[in-house]
Each structure stands twice: as structure tokens, then as C-alpha cells.
């Protein structure tokens, strides 16, 4: 089973930006996520990508979040821009079960096998 390792996190002012990494113990050719967990919240699906580097995203960051894998796909990003106040959460890495991010259940936690440890990200207003 794949070992992830979250790192990046921090805390910023709301309009700042920040890159997660996410270093796997191996490759693997799944599909790689995104989640991300507020106090007293859900975990929520923030973004995936697949073993064709096809992205999709939550709603809620389309536009100021983009995922990407280094060229060895050993290392999972998630660069943040324009953060608020309610992207402050612990953000998890996820390896997946599928090589496609599929469209019905990508945001599902069932589509994932492994999880990182998770980093904090903190905004302030």
C-alpha cells in the first residue's frame, strides 16, 4: 500500500496562496485527490487527477485551485490562489482505486485506498 506525506500547509491572509505537496512512498497508476476537512464539517473532495492528468474540481474552487503530479507522478500539488476564509481546513492527499477520475463518485472517499496524514491551511480575513 502507497504511504503519502502531506506538507505546505500554513496560515496566510485571505487573497494569498499556498502549494500543497504530497510526496508518494511509490508509484502507482491511480487516479490522486484532493480532500479537505473543516472543524465540525465533512471531509469534501476539493479536486482529482487521473493517470492522463485529466483534472476535475469542487465547485467551490474552480479557478483559484489547481492539482498537478510531478513528471515521475511521485509528488501530488495542489496550488491554492485567492484563498478565503473558508478554504481554512486540514487538507488530505488521497490515493485512488481508479486510473479516471469518474465523474459520479470522483468526490466519494469510496473512490480512495490510502490518505496522507493531512496539513493546515489557515486564512484569515
Known amino acids: 500500500q502507497v504511504q503519502l506525506g502531506e506538507s505546505g500547509g500554513g496560515s496566510v491572509e485571505a487573497g494569498g496562496s499556498l502549494r500543497l505537496s504530497c510526496v508518494l512512498s511509490?508509484?502507482?497508476?491511480?487516479?490522486m485527490g484532493w480532500f479537505r476537512q473543516a472543524p465540525g464539517k465533512e471531509r469534501e473532495a476539493v479536486a482529482c487527477?487521473?493517470?492522463?492528468?485529466?483534472?476535475r474540481y469542487a465547485e467551490s474552487v474552480k479557478g483559484r485551485f489547481t492539482i498537478s503530479q510531478n513528471n515521475a507522478k511521485t509528488t501530488l500539488y495542489l496550488e491554492m490562489n485567492s484563498l478565503k476564509p473558508e478554504d481554512t481546513a486540514m487538507y488530505y492527499c488521497?490515493?485512488?482505486?481508479?486510473?479516471?477520475?469518474?465523474?459520479?463518485?470522483?468526490?466519494?472517499?469510496?473512490?480512495?485506498?490510502?490518505w496522507g496524514q493531512g496539513t493546515q491551511v489557515t486564512v484569515s480575513s
Open positions: 488521497a490515493a485512488g482505486i481508479y486510473i479516471a477520475c469518474y465523474s459520479d463518485s470522483w468526490s466519494g472517499q469510496q473512490d480512495y485506498s490510502s
Open positions: 511509490k508509484y502507482i497508476e491511480k487516479s
Open positions: 487527477i487521473d493517470i492522463q492528468r485529466a483534472t
